[in-house]
């Protein structure tokens, strides 16, 4: 529910969400509701061998009603330790490209990322419930916050915005 809300946003579909957390945390999971939600059908892999696993949808627009493409990209940087890396892939042209982005173990190419819209940190509690806390970056992040405000939760949520104009 809270990835199908968030979903619902047309902030979404150009927007940069960073996921932390330990592994089995939910980071991989919430990828998977999120992109259902959006409409993938089919097997939604890990990246985590292939560092990035891509989806090219066609959503209707939020602006005018008609067809348009959506391209996500899902990044896991678990075993991201080749900087070269980076270029060799062509990271630098998909983060510079209109779509969704997603990245885990986004620490591990830090120093190559550009400033995320939304942090999601998951942790998991000791009766291994989780905890959510959203950080809003940019106004886009607020609008994804405030787009699932509403949604029913069943994990413990927390939400702020680090940038001015972009409230939480």
Known sequence: MFAQAMA??????????????????GKTTFVRHLLRALGVQGLIKSP???????????????????????????????RFTDPREWVDAGFRDIFASPGLKIAEWPENAASHL???????????????????????????GADLIAATQAAPMDFAFSASATTPGAAA
Do not use: C
């Open 114 to 140: 550009p400033r995320a819209d939304l942090v999601m940190r998951i942790d998991v509690q000791a009766d291994e419930s989780r905890r959510v806390n959203v950080v809003a970056q940019t106004v886009a």
């Open 8 to 25: 619902g946003s047309p902030a979404i579909h150009d927007a940069f969400i960073e996921l932390h957390g330990t592994l089995g945390a």
């Open 48 to 78: 985590t061998y292939a560092v990035v696993e891509p989806y090219d949808l066609a959503v209707t627009s939020p602006l005018d009603g008609q067809p348009t493409p959506l391209n996500i990209w899902h990044f896991d940087f678990y």
